[in-house]
Each structure stands twice: as C-alpha cells, then as structure tokens.
C-alpha cells in the first residue's frame, strides 16, 4: 500500500470511529427537538429530521477530510531530531486501551467494508426488483388514468408518470423519479370505491410531487455505507414517518373525507395481511398513528428512542404505568367527538352478498369483470353463470345484468368473470367500470355496515349507543357471513340499534363512552 492510500485509509477509519459518538449527539438533539416540537406540523417536523440527516450523513466526510495528513506535509527544520516512529507504537503496546484503539482502528475499514458489500448487494437486488416491478405492470383502466393526469394537474406535477396493476405489488407505491410510476394491486383496485381509490392516488402523487423517491433512495444510500451507526437508522425511520404524514396531509387538501382516506388506509392494510410479502411497500410509517390522526383521535405519537439501554428502560417503566393505567381506567368512561368515527343503525331485511368486480365494457352489451381471488373460497366457489350483476358506469348511471362466463383464476390473483347486460350502452364501450356480483340473498335477516377489522364470523365486542342518545357502552356481538359493505348479525344485536364501526382500539381502555 503506498504512503498515500494509507493516509486515506487512516482518515477513512478515523472518520468511521468518530461517527459512533457524532452520530449519537446528532440523533439526542433531534430527540430533544421533536419533543419540543410535539404535535407542530409534519412537514416542520418532516424538515427537521431530514436536516439531521443531512448533517450526520456529511459529518464522516468532514471529519476524513480534517483528519486527512497528506504524507510529507510535516517538514523537519534543520537540525531537529528525527524521532523513530517505532517508539510510539512501543508505547502504544504498553498499555491496553491504546492497543486496543489501536486494533479497533486496524480493523475498522475492512470490517466497514465487508457490511457496504453485503448492504450493496441488498441495495441492487432491490433495484433489480423495481425493474421487475415495471416490467410486469399493466396499464390500468382509462377513468382511473384520467383521474391520474386530473389530480396530477391540480398538485402542480408537470413530469409525465404512468399508472400501472401489477399482481407483484402488493400495495399501491411509487417508483422511479425521472419517469415515475404508480403501481397498484389488482386487490387494491377491487375493494375501494371510486373515492377511495382517488384518495389513494393522491397520496402516491404526492410523494411524485415532494420528490420523495429520491431522497428516499439517497436515505437508503446513506444507510448503507453508514449501516453500523443504529442512529442513523433511527433517524432515517423518523423521516419516513413524517413523510407518510406529510402525504396525508396533501390527500386531506386536495380531496376531502380524511375518514374515507382512513378506511382506505385499512382496506389497503388488511389486503397486504393477506397476500405475500414483497420487499417494496408503500404503506409506510406507523399505520395506526396515521389513521388515529386522520379521524381526529390520535394521542402524541410514541416518544422516539435513541438507544437500545433507553429504550428498555422506557419500556419497563411504560409497562409499569399502563398496567396501573389501564386498572385505573376500567369501568370509566371516555370522551370522543362524534363526526371523528362511522356510526351505521342496524337493520332488518334482505342482505345481498355480493362481491366487487372491476373491469371494462368490452362491447355494448358485454363487461369483462376480475373480481379478486383473495376472496374467502366459499365466494369464490359460489360464482356461477346466471347471477345477477349491477355496473356502474359512472356519473351514478347503473345497468343490470347476468353473468355468462366464470373462467379459472389467472396468474395475476383475479377471477375473469363476463357479463352481459341487458340495455345496450354503446357509448360506454372501451370504458372502465365497477361493478357487483350477487352471490345470494340472505331472507329476513339482521344486519349492519361491516366494521372495521371484522371479518365474517367473528365475535367481538362493540360500542353500542345507549338509550340516552349520548353514551355508548361494550356490547359482545357475533357476526354472520359478510358482503361488500355490510355483515350479517347472529347475535347481540337489535334493528334500530346504532354501533361505531370504525376503529375503536384507542378506547382499549374505556367499557364506556360518552360522544359530543
């Protein structure tokens, strides 16, 4: 090695070490600040964060190039004694903790080395599989691109982008920043409503707009080569919390219903459950923090942890208090304002189950519909030719029709199924539609609005409205079979009753609630 790549190697590690303690001081004043900033905006604490970042990510080049002796610089004036550079290292021998620094020091850069090789790996393999992503994706129905090129008009994007189905995602995400694309599961485009999946769309665009794909790909080069410091991995968890928040923030402007946005949010999460995980998401940041927020009953997010000795003891101190919390809490009741949760009145009649199809008009007269093959099998198996159907056309326009064709499932996770409707719309061909598969009708029976996180079958307690008209105390509930927007009730329940069915698990600690 020649005196100049060793004096490089020597800064280099020399900036490694010192990176251990820069890096935590940085990662305890972001602490400090975001703690003081509490609930301030997302985009304050957004910038905050992305700051503390930036300025860990640059202090190990700083340090190299301040550190850094180019060989030769130190010239000796006549006469001064040349002191042999053996003595030191002899010293250095003599006591432990110099040795010991000595050899940290030794091995600090092929140690650093190995982990940005194996990282680098892992980097490549996840651009290989962004790459497979595009590839496999397939344009996505002409109303739902023109609702694409709509939003992204009104936020200001004026770079071109794509909006792809690919079965390989499993959750709607962004990738690329020059020519970006929107991919969204064929799942995700079969179990949300128009608005919902506009919503959904607009969260995707506004990471397009924040050019969050490329500082998320300079995070993820950053902590590749500075992998073994846990604060920058911390700090770069934060970013992409705040990020997520951010976003939903720009959906909420530009769209409205921040509830709808919420149940969307579930829906998407409660897919991505059931299907197999990929390396690339787009859900990111802590989900129910997010929904908490966008319905208006979030508490303060979790105070962030800067190391693993913090965050036992704050765990055991937290497990300490909440016991004695959720014992005080037992039996008292809470507060909560009513236009912050979905509240539905339970009813008695016939229940059509019936599964979501989306597709297109192939011709005046016949639909080709997918409808999701995450279903539950009894749906799936129950699809038969003959059964009614209703397409939506848009500008709340309805036809309906019988199925006459159910084919085996494809590779991409949907059921092709062909409808042929009864009143020709030859105006409609070509375009996408929306439409409902009625499997059966259940006759004379109770039920309600699917809450949230419950499936068919269960048996779960609920708030049930009290008849004072203003509080809502537990009530165990059994459910039946469930359709697209409502759930049968097998017990515990009355018509006229009126339930929350959004997400209550902020209330874990309350039998009793009282609304405003």
Not at 241 to 246: A, G, S, V, Y
Not at 474 to 480: D, L, S
Request: net charge positive; charged share 15%; hydrophobic share 50%.
């Amino acid at each position: 090695m020649t005196a100049h790549f060793q004096a490089i190697a020597q800064a280099i590690s020399a900036a490694l070490l010192h990176f251990v303690w820069q890096g935590a001081a940085v990662a305890l004043l972001l602490w400090i600040t975001l703690a003081i900033l509490g609930r301030r905006p997302a985009r304050l604490r957004y910038a905050v964060s992305c700051a503390a970042f930036a300025v860990m990510s640059a202090l190990p080049f700083v340090t190299a190039f301040l550190v850094y002796r180019a060989p030769g610089a130190a010239i000796l004036s006549v006469g001064e004694p040349i002191v042999d550079t053996a003595v030191p290292a002899a010293l250095a021998a003599s006591t432990f903790l110099p040795r010991l620094l000595a050899a940290i020091e030794a091995w600090a850069l092929p140690v650093w080395s190995a982990g940005v090789m194996v990282l680098a790996i892992r980097f490549l393999r996840s651009a290989t599989h962004v790459a497979r992503l595009k590839r496999s994706g397939e344009p996505v129905s002409l109303a739902l691109a023109e609702t694409a090129s709509h939003l992204a008009r009104r936020m200001g994007i004026v770079k071109s982008l794509r909006v792809l189905t690919s079965a390989l995602a499993d959750t709607p995400s962004v990738v690329g920043f020059l020519k970006p694309v929107i991919l969204f599961p064929p799942a995700a485009l079969m179990n949300l409503s128009t608005a919902q999946l506009e919503s959904v769309l607009a969260h995707e665009l506004a990471h397009i707009r924040r050019h969050d794909y490329l500082i998320n790909l300079l995070q993820t080069i950053a902590e590749t080569l500075f992998f073994y410091q846990p604060a920058i991995w911390w700090v770069s968890s934060q970013i992409r919390n705040e990020r997520e928040l951010c976003c939903d923030d720009m959906v909420v402007e530009i769209c409205g219903d921040p509830v709808g946005y919420a149940r969307a949010l579930t829906q998407l999460e409660r897919a991505r459950l059931d299907s197999p995980s990929l390396a690339l998401l787009s859900a990111g940041g802590p989900l129910m923090h997010r929904i908490q927020r966008l319905t208006g009953v979030a508490g303060h997010q979790p105070a962030p942890r800067v190391s693993a000795a913090l965050a036992a003891g704050l765990a055991m101190v937290c497990f300490l208090v909440n016991v004695n919390w959720v014992k005080a809490q037992s039996g008292r009741e809470g507060d909560f304002k009513l236009d912050s949760v979905w509240i539905d009145t339970v009813k008695y009649g016939n229940l059509p189950i019936s599964v979501r199809a989306l597709g297109s008009l192939t011709t005046p007269t016949t639909a080709q519909l997918s409808v999701s093959s995450q279903l539950p099998a009894q749906l799936l198996n129950a699809l038969q030719i003959g059964q009614n159907a209703v397409i939506d056309l848009g500008n709340t326009i309805t036809v309906a029709g019988k199925v006459t064709r159910v084919d085996a499932a494809s590779a991409y996770g949907t059921v092709p199924v062909t409808v042929e409707i009864k009143a020709p719309m030859a105006e409609f061909a070509g375009h996408a539609v929306d439409g409902t598969v009625q499997i059966k009708t259940l006759h004379d029976v109770v039920f309600v609005g699917r809450p949230v996180n419950v499936a068919a079958f269960a048996e779960t307690m609920m708030f049930k409205l009290e008849p004072d008209g203003q509080h809502w105390s537990r009530a165990k509930v059994r459910f039946g079979p469930s359709s697209v927007n409502a759930i049968q009730v097998a017990e515990g329940l009355q018509p006229g009753d009126k339930i929350i069915i959004s997400d209550t698990a902020a209330y874990g600690g309350y039998d009793r609630l009282r609304g405003q």
